[in-house]
């Protein structure tokens, strides 16, 4: 089975007849809430437990990865873009097996958050995509699992992502942050996050802006995959042996996304002409080039701030990238950090945020709101099956 847009539901229609009918409530209060997250790197599941009440996060829990197989990898680019057929239908067996087996690990937890797996992102077209049926998981799992976080915000006009700056948010607020600070993620595609955390909630006007920076580890990913068969550029170490082509920079930022004002995202494969543009370039300088748009299209994107942040926190497997890391601290101008630097873990960040999404369905409340995906108004997305 598969999430998209068209797949629906905030809450399932049993339980909140059973809730209606005063046979069952809603926990409320501090839960301990286990969240997966595998995103577009397509490296592997990583699942984190955290503490929290959907709006204040109290503590973190342990954490744990499973990564895919070279043959699970291959099943999973096979599926990418593909909206219906037998790659699809493979892509969600490896994906409900590969979280199966990791969440089983956890015990002593109230509720999972699953986001499953990104096959395809056009929430101005088709919607969004997300292959894994949390149904199923429930029921291997036994215990209750939030899912389809998406398809509610792209009915309501909303891109459908990023979905992690409400999480943030809260951290921003657990961390006593009083002046503007922003996050951002760099994995398959890069995202930002500029936060106010003098406002009381994730929703209030102001509080945030958030949208897709542009193509990140994906493109990089790729072009070591297939000339060299590695999954990443390791530390940007390719990369650092490089020259840059600048004209293929300059070229890339006329694309009219980046002219766009937020909130907006993108697909992974959005900026599949970055493949064409470094075709005849040495693996170095290819590997150069497509670094230096990554920390270009962060760049353009700290221009759309309502102001400069007092510091940019950096989180996903972008940060691992030292060439990367060093671009973009050379681009913009406040300090650029890991998020380590804060004292969080920037490889279970995007799972803790499904983790906190999944409390904040569970009670009810926004999940997103115009300042993060552009939907119309504040709405919670999520559909709740048993285990």
């Known amino acids: 089975m598969v999430q998209s847009d068209r797949a629906g539901g905030v809450v399932e229609l049993s339980i909140l007849r059973e809730v209606a009918k005063g046979k069952r409530m809603l926990k409320t209060g501090r839960l301990r809430v286990l969240g997966a997250m595998s995103g577009t790197s397509l490296d592997g599941v990583d699942a984190a437990v955290i503490e929290t009440d959907g709006e204040r996060v109290f503590g973190f829990g342990p954490v744990a990865y499973r990564a895919y197989g070279e043959a699970e990898q291959a099943v999973l680019r096979a599926a990418l873009g593909q909206w219906e057929g037998p790659e ?6 490896v994906v409900i097996e590969a979280h199966r087996e990791v969440l089983a690990g956890f ?19 088709r919607g969004t995509l997300q292959v894994g049926d949390g149904a199923a998981l429930a029921w291997a799992l036994r215990r209750p699992v939030v899912w389809d976080f998406r398809s509610a915000d792209v009915r309501l006009g909303g891109e459908g992502a990023p979905l992690a700056p409400f999480y ?9 942050e009083v002046a503007p600070v922003a996050f951002l993620n760099m994995g398959g595609v890069g995202n930002l996050t500029w936060i106010d955390p003098s406002k009381k ?20 990913n790729d072009l070591v995959y297939r000339r060299r068969g590695w999954s990443h550029d390791a530390g940007g170490a390719l990369a650092a ?12 930022l006329t694309h009219p996304y980046f002219s766009r004002m937020p909130p907006k ?43 400069v942040p007092t510091r940019l926190l ?8 030292a060439t990367l890391m060093a671009m973009i601290a050379a681009a913009i101008d406040c300090p650029v950090e890991p998020v380590e630097a804060a004292g969080l873990d920037g ?34 997305g999520g559909t709740i099956s048993e285990g």
């Open 88 to 93: 699809v239908e493979s892509a969600a067996k």
């Open 107 to 125: 015990e002593g937890v109230d509720l999972v958050g699953f986001h499953g797996q990104t096959l395809a992102h056009e929430p101005r077209g």
């Open 168 to 176: 943030h948010f809260a951290l921003a607020r657990m961390m006593g």
């Open 201 to 220: 909630k994730p929703d209030a006007e102001g509080a945030l802006l958030a949208f897709d920076t542009g193509p990140a580890n994906a493109p990089v």
């Open 241 to 252: 042996e490089g020259e840059v082509a600048a004209e293929v920079v300059e070229q890339l």
């Open 265 to 307: 995202s993108l697909d992974r494969d959005a900026f599949t002409g970055l493949s064409m543009a470094v075709e005849g370039l040495s693996d170095a300088d290819a590997a150069a080039t497509l670094t230096a748009c990554a920390a270009a299209a962060v760049m353009q994107g700290m221009a759309h701030c309502p102001e």
């Open 314 to 321: 950096v989180t996903g497997g972008g940060r691992h990238n």
């Open 347 to 380: 490889d279970m960040l995007e799972a803790q945020a499904f983790a906190y999404l999944a409390a904040r369905v569970l009670r009810g409340l926004p999940t997103s709101c115009p300042g993060t995906t552009g939907v119309r108004a504040a709405v919670g």
